[in-house]
């Protein structure tokens, strides 16, 4: 079927840490249905063949005023992200979507374990936010690394929620030495929770950098590979 594309307008802006954006869009042609975790694809007039396609994960739940919330960091010399971060309210953006598969298993028969870099929290802190919702907090443990303090996204959030709900833990982690530091770290929180054979549902979002080789830990740890459910965001 072709992808159906349509005009949204950029309702607001606002900074949440100095180098993270939340932007707030209202579709004009159709309500967007879609689940924790999807990602719509924004088609931007820049590049040299535009519209430059960028994906960008949805960071709250469907609302009944159909509004989409995106967060997303301002990449250095990026072309999407800058672009992005000349809009201001009232602006038009072209979308389509929802599409993607990192959602919530429908049976959660087993702690579910996020582990997320800096906006990779964002399909995260949906899928959590839907949970919340649903009263479905039975037993998540999150671990969430920024790269640097500043930059710890919905860390009040998760704190909230974690005061609330004791079957949500929250770990969050600040790796100043990029990915390969933030991987080293996550690993030696995880080395000890690995007591024999697949215990957890492992879903990881972040850059390849970030997700691969957790993956591959998992993996090496007795998990299937289709048992750990990621997302990767370049
Ligand atoms: C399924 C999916 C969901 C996504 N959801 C989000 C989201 O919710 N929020 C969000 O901020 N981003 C998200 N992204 C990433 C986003 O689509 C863009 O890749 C990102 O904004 C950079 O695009 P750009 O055009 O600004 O940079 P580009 O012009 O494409 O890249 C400029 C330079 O930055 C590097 N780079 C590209 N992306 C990243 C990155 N993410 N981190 C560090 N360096 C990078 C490139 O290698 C290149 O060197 C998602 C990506 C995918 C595939």
């Not at 830990?217 to 965001?233: A, D, I, P, Q």
Request: glycine share 8%; proline share 9%; net charge neutral.
């Amino acid at each position: 079927m072709a992808e159906f594309t349509q005009w949204a307008t950029l309702l607001s802006v606002t900074n949440l840490t100095p180098h993270v954006r939340q932007l707030v869009l209202l579709p004009k042609e159709r309500p967007l249905s879609f689940a924790p975790g999807q990602w719509v694809s924004l088609k931007l007039p820049v590049g040299p063949n535009p519209p430059l396609n960028r994906a960008y994960s949805m960071a709250a739940p469907g609302t009944a005023s159909g509004e989409l919330t995106l967060i997303l960091d301002r990449v250095t010399d990026g072309l999407g992200s800058g672009y992005l971060y000349g809009l201001s309210p009232g602006n038009a953006i072209q979308l389509s979507g929802p599409y993607g598969n990192f959602t919530l298993p429908s049976q959660l028969d087993r702690e579910l374990l996020f582990i997320g870099r800096f906006t990779g929290l964002v399909p995260i802190r949906c899928m959590l936010k839907q949970m919340y919702a649903h009263h479905r907090m039975d037993s998540v443990l999150l671990i969430a690394v920024a790269p640097d303090e500043d930059d710890l996204l919905f860390h009040h959030e998760f704190l909230t929620l974690a005061i609330h709900h004791p079957g949500f833990r929250y770990l969050p982690l600040v790796a100043a030495g990029g990915e390969q530091q933030a991987v080293d770290l996550v690993l030696s929180m995880l080395r000890p929770l690995m007591n024999g054979g697949p215990q957890m549902l492992p879903m990881l979002c972040g850059t390849k950098q970030f997700v691969r080789p957790l993956r591959a830990y998992f993996v090496e740890s007795g998990y299937e590979r289709k048992e750990v459910k990621t997302e990767t965001y370049d």
